[in-house]
C-alpha cells in the first residue's frame, strides 16, 4: 500500500510586514489574477487554500469587484478555501476578546462564499494562548493547525490540545512549518526526492506505519504553482512508494491518526522545534500601550455603554464595526507584533488612534445625554465594571471653601477677576500682541472676548473659564479690537476680566453600583492618607498601606518589602524578534542622583515624583559588540497612593536618548517563588523559571502578560501587554526567583538581526529601522500591591477608572441606579446583537462559580449566536469557562434600563 502524500497548495499571506499594506495588496492582485483562471481551466489543480484569513479575500476583491462571483463559484465547488479568520493575529498581545471578534468576523465574512474551514488554521502564531482549544470548540471546530509553539514533549504530529477547561481540539503540527512543502520541483523525480528528504527529518514524529505527510506548499507570498498537477500525476505513473495528491487542508486532516493521541494542556510557548521569538512582546512599547488604549476604549466603554446606557435605537452599530475593524486589522502578527519596518508600524498606530477617536466619541456622546437625564445637580460617578466600588473622582464646583472630605488641586479664576484697567490705545496694542493663545495661566482660559464703543470710549470684556473653549478665536478677537483702535485712536480703553470662582477638586465616592451610578456628596474621609518627610525617606500612609520611599536610591519600601521600582538598565543587541546581550556589556542600576518632589500630600490622594539620573551607554558599536558612550538620562517616576486603596500607582516616564539597549523596573518579592501567575486571554497561567528553546533560539523566560503577574503575594498590573521575567534566581538555590522585572522598554535599531548572540539564524529581512529604537519620550503605567489579593479586581480600580460627569438636574432620574447586574464571573463583553444584549463572562478560577444576572434571564448562545439553552437568572460556570449570553427582557427608555 502505497504512503499517502497530501499536498495542500496555499500562500501565507502578512498583509503588511517588511512591506506597507498597498505594497503587498500589489503582490496580492497579481496572485489572483494568476490564481482564477488557473482554477478555472486547470482540473488537476484542485484546490487553494487562502491562507485561513478572509481579509486577503477583502482586499482583492476591493480592487477587483466583479471577481466576487468567480470566487464563490470555486468556494462553492470546493476548489477554494476561506476562513475561519479575519486575519491571522498574534495571540498574546491583544485582548481575548479581541480574537473572538476575528474569529467571528471571518466566519460571518466566510458564510457569504459558502461557509470557512472547519479548522483551527493558525500557521505562524509566535506562540498560543491557553484557551485556544475552548474558544476553537465554542466556534464549532474541532480541529486546529499550528506550528510554532510545540514543546519537545509531544511527540506525534498529531495531538490533543486541551484548553484549561478541559476542552480540546485534535492538533495538526506541521513541521518545519506553514512552507514545508514549498517551491516544489517541476519535475517527478526531484519531487519523489524532495519527500524522501522530508520524511527523513521528520518521521519520528510519525508513530504509525505508513501514516499520511502533509506538505503545504506555499509560503510567504509565494504564488500557486500552475504546473503542480501535472507532476504530481508523473510521480504517480513512476513509482510505486507514494500516492500524491493535492487536496484541501480538511481533506488531508481527515488521514490524520485519531486514536492514542498525546494530550497537552495548556499554552504552546516552546522553542525547541521552530523558533518562538519571544521579543516581540516588549519591542514597541508604544504600540502596546496604544492597543490598550483602543481596546479599553472600545470594549469597557463604548460598546457597554451604548447597549445599557443609551436608547437602543440609536445603538452606533456601524461606527463600532469599523472600530473594531481596525482592531482586527492591527491584531495580524507582525502588525501588533511591531516586528514591521516602520511605515507598517505607522499605519498600526493610526488605526488604533481612529478607533479611540471612534470610541471616545461614542462614550462622550452618551454620557452627557445620560447626565441630563438625572434628577441630581453635580457631580456623578459612572461605573463601567460589573463590580460594586469605591473610589476617587475628579470635578469642578463653585466657590473657594474645599467641601469636608475633598481635596483642593487649584482655583480657578484669574487674580484681576472682576476688577477693571483704563488703558489708552497704545497700551491696548502693545497688549495685543501678546494676546496669542487661548489661555491666562494654567488653570484659566479665556472663553470670549467682547468689545464695544459708549460714550466716545472702548469697552473690552475678557471672560474666562476653568474649561477650555475650542470655538474661540484669538485672531479672530484681536482684529475686532484692532479695528476698534483703528477708528477711535484717542479713546481711552476700559478692559474688564469676568469670571467664576471654581475650585478643582478630589471627592471621594462610595459603593457605586456595578454598571451603574452614584452621585457625589459631601461626607468625612475615613481613610486620609497622609505625608511625612523625615531624614531618609518620605513616608505615604493609608489604612492598608505604607510606603517608604528611599531619598538615596529612588526606591521605596511597600508594606516591608523594600526596594521596589529599582531600574535596571543594559544593552540590547537583539532585534524586534528577540532580546540578545552584546558580548560587552554594561549594566546600569544605580543613580548618579536623585530628587524627590512631593507634589501632593493627601487626604485623598498623595503624590510623590523621584526623579532619577542615570549615565547609559549611548549605543552598541558593532565592531566590537560593546555598549559604548554616555548618555545622561533623567527617569521620572510618579508615585501616587489614594485613600482606601491597596495599591501604589507608579508612571515612569523620561526621554530616551540612547539605543540599543533594555530597560526594566525590578521588584522584589515577599518572599522566595518556583513560579508565575499571569493574565493571559479568558484566564491565568502558571509559568516556571525556565523557558524551553532551541537549536536555533536560546529559550528565554520572558513572558507576555496580559494585565497583571503575580508571585508570592506580589501583584503588578499594569495598562498594556508586557513583558516581565522572574530573576534574582542564585546559584545554590536555582528553583527560586526573588524578584520580578517588568520591561519598561527594549530599543533596538533592526527589523530581524543577523549573527545575534541568542538567536544566530535571521528571522525576517535584515531592515535597519528607526522606530524600534523609541527616541523620544516613553512612558509606563503599572500598580504595585504586596497581599492576598484578587488580581482583577487590583487591575479593574487601576485601569478602570470611574468615569465623572457633571448633571444639571434638568431629568428625573433619582441620584443612584444600576442597569445591570453580573456577579461572581469576569465580564469580557457587553454588546447589542440585533437588538438583544450580548454579554461575554468568564471564569478565570479552579472552581466552579455562579454568574448571577439579577433578575434576567435569556439563553447560553455559541460564537456564532445560535441559542444552545436557557437559563433564569443565574448560571453556573465550570472552572475556565467561556460563556456568552443573550438576555432577554425589554426595554424603558425613560430609563435606559432593563427590565
Request: with cysteine; net charge negative; glycine share 8%.
Amino acid at each position: 500500500m502505497r504512503r499517502q502524500v497530501f499536498i495542500v497548495p496555499h500562500t501565507h499571506w502578512d498583509r503588511e510586514w517588511y512591506s506597507p499594506f498597498q505594497s503587498f495588496r500589489l503582490r496580492l492582485v497579481d496572485l489572483f489574477d494568476d490564481l482564477l483562471p488557473l482554477l478555472e481551466n486547470c482540473p488537476s489543480y484542485r484546490h487553494f487554500l487562502v491562507d485561513g484569513q478572509m481579509a486577503v479575500i477583502d482586499d482583492y476583491l476591493e480592487v477587483r469587484p466583479n471577481d466576487r462571483d468567480r470566487i464563490k463559484s470555486l468556494a462553492l465547488e470546493g476548489r477554494v478555501s476561506m476562513g475561519p479568520w479575519y486575519i491571522l493575529l498574534d495571540e498574546f498581545l491583544v485582548s481575548g476578546e479581541t480574537i473572538i471578534r476575528d474569529l467571528q468576523l471571518g466566519m460571518k465574512k466566510a458564510q457569504e462564499f459558502g461557509g470557512a474551514m472547519k479548522i483551527g488554521y493558525l500557521p505562524d502564531m509566535f506562540g498560543h494562548i491557553a484557551q485556544m482549544p475552548q474558544i476553537l470548540k465554542l466556534a464549532g471546530l474541532s480541529h486546529a493547525v499550528v506550528w510554532r509553539g510545540v514543546p519537545s514533549q509531544v511527540d506525534r504530529r498529531t495531538f490533543n490540545w486541551v484548553s484549561l477547561d478541559g476542552s480540546s481540539v485534535v492538533t495538526e503540527f506541521l513541521p518545519m512549518g506553514y512552507g514545508n512543502g514549498a517551491g516544489l520541483p517541476d519535475d517527478a523525480e526531484s519531487l519523489i526526492a524532495r519527500v524522501k528528504g522530508f520524511t527523513q527529518e521528520t518521521d519520528f514524529l510519525t508513530k504509525e506505519n505508513n501514516e499520511s505527510i502533509l506538505l503545504m506548499n506555499g509560503t510567504d507570498h509565494q504564488k500557486p504553482q500552475p504546473w503542480l498537477g501535472q507532476v504530481v500525476k508523473e510521480a504517480n505513473e513512476t513509482q510505486d512508494e507514494y500516492e500524491f495528491s493535492i487536496v484541501s487542508l480538511s481533506e488531508a486532516i481527515e488521514h490524520s491518526p485519531k486514536t492514542n493521541l498525546p494530550a497537552f494542556k495548556g499554552e504552546l510557548r516552546s522553542g525547541w522545534r521552530s523558533n518562538l521569538l519571544m521579543g516581540v512582546t516588549s519591542n514597541r512599547v508604544d504600540v502596546r500601550l496604544n492597543a490598550f488604549n483602543a481596546e479599553f476604549a472600545l470594549e469597557k466603554l463604548a460598546e457597554p455603554l451604548s447597549s445599557i446606557f443609551a436608547d437602543p435605537d440609536k445603538y452606533p452599530e456601524s461606527l463600532l464595526d469599523i472600530a473594531w475593524k481596525n482592531m482586527i486589522l492591527n491584531s495580524a502578527h507582525d502588525s501588533i507584533c511591531a516586528c514591521s519596518v516602520d511605515d507598517v508600524v505607522d499605519q498600526v498606530l493610526v488605526r488604533f488612534k481612529e478607533t479611540q477617536q471612534i470610541a471616545t466619541g461614542i462614550s462622550t456622546n452618551i454620557i452627557s445625554e445620560f447626565t441630563n437625564n438625572l434628577s441630581h445637580e453635580g457631580p456623578v460617578a459612572l461605573n463601567m465594571s460589573n463590580r460594586q466600588r469605591s473610589g476617587i473622582i475628579e470635578f469642578m464646583l463653585p466657590g473657594t471653601v474645599p467641601p469636608p472630605g475633598t481635596q483642593l488641586l487649584f482655583k480657578t479664576g484669574s487674580a484681576m477677576d472682576g476688577t477693571e484697567l483704563v488703558l489708552t490705545a497704545a497700551e491696548v496694542s502693545a497688549i495685543l500682541v501678546q494676546l496669542n493663545g487661548q489661555s491666562i495661566d494654567d488653570h484659566t482660559f479665556i472663553a470670549g472676548v467682547m468689545s464695544k464703543v459708549v460714550d466716545n470710549n472702548i469697552e473690552i470684556l475678557i471672560k474666562t473659564s476653568p474649561e477650555l473653549n475650542p470655538s474661540f478665536s484669538a485672531d479672530a478677537a484681536k482684529r475686532d479690537i484692532a479695528a476698534l483702535l483703528s477708528l477711535h485712536p484717542n479713546s481711552m480703553v476700559h478692559v474688564k476680566l469676568e469670571g467664576p470662582n471654581e475650585m478643582r477638586l478630589l471627592g471621594f465616592v462610595n459603593d457605586v453600583p456595578g454598571y451603574g451610578y452614584l452621585s457625589w456628596n459631601e461626607r468625612d474621609l475615613i481613610d486620609p492618607v497622609s505625608t511625612e518627610v523625615t531624614d531618609e525617606n518620605i513616608i505615604l500612609k493609608n489604612l492598608t498601606v505604607e510606603t517608604l520611599i528611599d531619598k538615596t536610591s529612588g526606591t521605596f519600601t511597600l508594606n516591608g518589602v523594600s526596594g521596589m521600582n529599582r531600574l535596571v538598565d543594559m544593552g540590547d543587541h537583539g532585534d524586534t524578534y528577540n532580546y540578545s546581550p552584546p558580548d560587552n556589556d554594561k549594566i546600569v542600576d544605580t543613580p548618579i542622583s536623585v530628587e524627590i518632589n512631593v507634589i501632593e500630600q493627601g487626604p485623598v490622594r498623595a503624590i510623590v515624583d523621584v526623579i532619577r539620573t542615570y549615565e547609559f551607554p549611548s549605543h552598541i558599536d558593532s565592531a566590537s559588540r560593546s555598549r559604548v558612550g554616555t548618555l545622561e538620562t533623567e527617569i521620572t517616576s510618579r508615585l501616587e497612593l489614594r485613600t482606601l486603596e491597596n495599591i501604589i500607582r507608579i508612571t515612569t516616564s523620561f526621554k530616551n536618548m540612547a539605543k540599543d539597549h533594555r530597560l526594566r523596573a525590578h521588584f522584589p518579592l515577599p518572599f522566595p517563588s518556583a513560579y508565575s501567575q499571569s493574565e493571559t486571554a479568558f484566564g491565568v497561567v502558571t509559568r516556571g523559571l525556565q523557558a524551553e528553546g532551541g537549536i536555533s533560539e536560546r529559550g528565554l523566560p520572558t513572558f507576555p502578560s496580559l494585565r497583571f503577574v503575580t508571585a508570592s503575594n506580589l501583584t503588578i498590573v499594569h495598562r498594556g501587554v508586557s513583558e516581565y521575567e522572574m530573576v534574582g534566581i542564585s546559584s545554590n538555590r536555582p528553583n527560586e526567583a526573588n524578584e520580578i522585572a517588568l520591561t519598561i522598554a527594549r530599543c533596538t535599531g533592526m527589523l530581524s538581526q543577523i549573527t545575534m548572540t541568542y538567536r544566530p539564524l535571521s528571522a525576517g529581512p535584515p531592515i535597519p529601522v528607526k522606530g524600534p529604537q523609541l527616541e523620544g519620550y516613553i512612558t509606563s503605567h503599572y500598580a504595585i500591591s504586596v497581599g492576598e489579593n484578587n488580581p482583577y479586581v487590583l487591575a479593574d480600580n487601576f485601569l478602570n477608572p470611574l468615569i465623572c460627569a457633571i448633571s444639571r438636574g434638568m431629568g428625573t432620574l433619582p441620584p443612584t441606579g444600576h442597569y445591570l447586574s453580573i456577579s461572581g464571573v469576569e465580564v469580557s463583553s457587553i454588546r447589542r446583537v440585533s437588538g438583544n444584549i450580548e454579554i461575554r463572562i468568564f471564569n478565570p478560577t479552579d472552581a466552579q462559580v455562579t454568574a448571577d444576572f439579577g433578575t434576567h434571564s435569556g439563553y447560553v448562545i455559541d460564537l456564532a449566536g445560535k441559542p444552545l439553552y436557557a437559563f433564569n437568572n443565574a448560571l453556573n460556570l465550570s472552572p475556565w469557562t467561556i460563556v456568552t449570553v443573550r438576555l432577554e427582557g425589554t426595554y424603558n427608555k425613560s430609563l435606559a434600563v432593563l427590565t
